[in-house]
């Protein structure tokens, strides 16, 4: 299944090099996430409950997404550079 993506003569087991990825980039969500919600309760970007349509009791802070983002394009970064030098064809 995977030949196609890696070629017949890499071992799958190439892919253990990638665990850190998962780990900093977990590590790094929650940070990041913890780090936009006090900005935005800070700065009043907050979605605030009403009668009509939303159903939570409390404000519940914006910022999640951009939180989301900035951890994904670090983690791509990472992912890259570990890419880069398990992926080069050997010489």
């Not at 009403?50 to 910022?63: N, S």
Request: hydrophobic share 45%.
């Amino acid at each position: 299944m995977f030949e196609q993506l890696i070629g017949d003569k890499r071992p799958i087991g190439w892919v253990i090099h990638f665990w850190p990825v998962l780990v900093v980039s977990f590590a790094g969500s929650l940070a990041a996430t913890w780090l936009c919600k006090r900005v935005a309760i800070k700065f009043g970007i907050v979605d605030r409950p009403d009668d009509l349509v939303k159903t939570h009791k409390k404000p519940i802070a914006y910022l999640g997404g951009d939180a989301d983002w900035v951890d994904n394009r670090r983690a791509g970064g990472h992912w890259l550079s570990i890419a880069r030098r398990i992926l080069q064809p050997s010489a």
